[in-house]
């Protein structure tokens, strides 16, 4: 038998890789619901990221070209980030797991609770 | 500013934490894409997950009702994985995923390249 290989060795799992991770998608969401946020704000919104995370996060989300991020030379110095259009055109498709997980969490839950 | 919370500390949030995860997207998609299939031959689809972590992935997935585990009494003993109607109503939206990182691969490794 011949299998599929969904993604194979190429980069597209490697892109997949990186978005299949549950901090990205929220900070993902989060930035788009809200627009253009400091580091503190989007600690406070996603409040059980420790700050490690987040920084690393936000770093590989940069470096991929999602979300860009905005120095301004002040005391103390504000750092702002937003989502880049690519990081936009990504949302329709996390909306969609967001719904689903809405739609099915009770379906999954229950079956949770009968296979303890 | 009261920013908004993605998805809070209800259960959707768990539940998005459990996909978003590379290895539970894999697996629904190969699974998906070939039907029922063997341990060993969800194996050698994926090949470069442990075996340990395909075994915890299978586990959440039919503790969450997304794939059906089916043994049969033979020597030695076969046991077959197929998902479920509730996994399979999630394919489409990781098929979505997987078109945009598809589309956008090129940009987002030309980003990361730029930037290393």
Redesign the interface.
């Known amino acids: 038998?011949k299998?599929?290989?969904?993604?194979g060795?190429c980069?597209?799992?490697d892109?997949?890789?990186r978005?299949?991770?549950?901090w990205?998608?929220?900070v993902l969401?989060?930035l788009n619901?809200?627009g253009t946020?400091r580091f503190s704000?989007i600690h406070?919104?996603?409040d059980?990221i420790s700050q490690r995370m987040l920084t690393v996060t936000l770093r590989t989300l940069?470096?991929?070209?999602?979300v860009e991020r905005k120095v301004y030379a002040e005391v103390p110095p504000r750092v702002e980030y937003y989502l880049t259009e690519?990081g936009g055109?990504?949302i329709?498709?996390i909306e969609?797991?967001?719904r689903?997980?809405?739609k099915?969490?009770d379906?999954?839950?229950e079956?949770?609770q009968i296979?303890q």
């Open positions: 038998m299998n599929f290989h969904p993604t060795n980069p597209v799992r892109v997949i890789s978005l299949g991770d549950k990205s998608m929220l969401i989060t619901a809200n946020m704000d406070k919104t996603i059980d940069e470096a991929d070209g999602l690519t055109s990504l329709p498709h969609g797991l967001v689903w997980a809405l099915n969490m379906v999954i839950l079956h949770r296979n």
